[in-house]
């Protein structure tokens, strides 16, 4: 599966340095399972009842305390009002971030639970303006999101 292999990709080259890791709305776990395999001391959270299992606990992201070094975001930030959810990664995040959404298409607007598309660009931008140095960024046409990540300055 690509999405297992691309987010192996990721843990490797840009969380390897990441010991505790934070998978927020991590779903059925695809990028939770990775990040075990790898090694991590990852923490899912969801809040949908039917993901729950080992250590993906139903929590809401926002009222989290903890803090890790690594946060991976993937189809979250644009549920929610995006400077709220930086808010919160800034206070949380120790080392790096990465944030994919969903691509600006007609189709975006379908989910009412959409509340604004993102570009790379703008999220880098957003990073930027929470203390992060963007180390990456780029469209995935093959998830037709776009990935943006960041590291504390």
């Given at each position: 599966m690509i999405r297992r292999?691309?987010?192996?990709?990721?843990?490797?080259?840009?969380?390897?340095?990441?010991?505790?890791?934070?998978?927020?709305?991590?779903g059925v776990g695809v990028f939770y399972d990775q990040a075990?395999?790898?090694?991590?001391n990852v923490t899912g959270i969801e809040i949908e009842d039917s993901y729950i299992r080992d250590n993906i606990i139903k929590k809401d992201f926002f009222e989290?305390?903890?803090?890790?070094?690594?946060?991976?975001?993937?189809q979250f930030i644009e549920h929610h009002d995006s400077y709220k959810v930086m808010e919160k990664v800034e206070k949380l995040c120790l080392k790096k971030v990465i944030i994919?959404?969903?691509?600006p298409t007609f189709s975006f607007w379908n989910n009412p639970e959409h509340k604004r598309p993102h570009t790379a660009k703008s999220l880098s931008r957003l990073m930027q303006l929470y203390g992060l140095k963007t180390?990456?960024?780029s469209n995935l046409g093959f998830f037709s999101s776009c990935i943006c990540i960041g590291e504390k300055k």
């Open positions: 292999r691309f987010y192996k990709y990721l843990l490797n080259k840009y969380l390897d340095d990441c010991k505790t890791i934070l998978d927020v709305g991590s075990i395999v790898k090694g991590k989290l305390e903890n803090k890790f070094d690594g946060i991976f975001l993937s994919i959404a969903p691509k180390i990456w960024k």
